[in-house]
């Protein structure tokens, strides 16, 4: 059983960064496959970034240049850097590890 916890969201104005947290419980953390997915309201989740056990990376198109996902075994937590932010990129912010999600974390970015 793995179990996500998400942080770091908050409001930042356009241009601004800021570096999400997803926090994982469990031996076999390591072994997981992890992606960022985003949810903005009115709008269907979208994909925003994923990082395999080995460390290759994958990005939306949108992500790609801007956010930087990365990962950390020995504390169990992958992280996704982001950098210059717009207003779409308002959303909510979620990790997840095979069937498993976390809550959600958000992010406003003020225009």
């Known amino acids: 059983q793995v179990q996500l916890v998400e942080s770091g969201g908050g409001l930042v104005q356009a241009g601004g960064s800021l570096r999400l947290s997803c926090a994982a419980s469990?031996?076999?953390?390591?072994?997981?496959?992890v992606g960022w997915y985003r949810q903005a309201p009115g709008k269907v989740r979208e994909f925003v970034a994923q990082?395999?056990?080995?460390?290759?990376?994958y990005y939306a198109e949108f992500a790609k240049g801007r956010f930087t996902i990365s990962r950390d075994n020995a504390k169990n937590t992958v992280y996704l850097q982001m950098n210059s932010l717009n207003h779409e990129d308002t959303a909510i912010y979620s990790c997840?590890?095979?069937?498993?999600w976390g809550q959600g974390t958000q992010v406003t970015v003020s225009s």
């Open positions: 990082i395999t056990w080995s460390g290759g990376t």
């Open positions: 469990g031996r076999t953390f390591s072994r997981y496959t």
């Open positions: 997840r590890a095979d069937l498993h």
